[in-house]
């Protein structure tokens, strides 16, 4: 029997909006109203860490990364809850494969709660059981 182990963010859901959108409130919060997607789409691929720390050096905000980092993971726990899509084609072969018995496991460099959270607000939780984040892995 096959098994099907699944990337989360860009493969299975589409979750640059929200950390888009997490990301520009906590800079708003710190006095950076002005941060666009254009800007945004500089750091995809990039940590959150990283980016937090050369948009930190960038804007001279006082706060230290780690608040930073605290602050939009809040953020994008609350919107990945609320608003994350799951692209329908990859929906729909997650519900296809679960219909067939086809194990299934997610595997993400997320942390697990921004998966959890994911799957929770997609529905997805119910089909994608196993989960394994980069937390969890040496």
């Not at 909006?17 to 906590?26: D, K, L, V």
């Amino acid at each position: 029997m096959i098994s099907v182990i699944f990337d989360l963010d860009g493969t299975l859901v589409d979750s640059e909006p929200n950390y888009y959108e997490s990301g520009r409130r906590t800079l708003e919060r710190h006095g950076v109203p002005d941060f666009t997607w254009e800007q945004h789409s500089r750091f995809i691929g990039i940590g959150t860490l990283e980016t937090l720390e050369i948009l930190k050096e960038r804007h001279g905000l006082d706060a230290p990364v780690e608040q930073l980092l605290a602050e939009q993971n809040a953020a994008y726990l609350e919107l990945a809850r609320a608003h994350t899509e799951a692209f329908p084609e990859m929906r729909t072969f997650v519900e296809l494969l679960h219909a067939r018995g086809v194990p299934m496991a997610v595997a993400s460099g997320s942390s697990r709660e921004a998966i959890d959270a994911v799957l929770a607000g997609t529905g997805l939780d119910a089909l994608l059981t196993t989960v394994v984040s980069a937390e969890e892995v040496a």
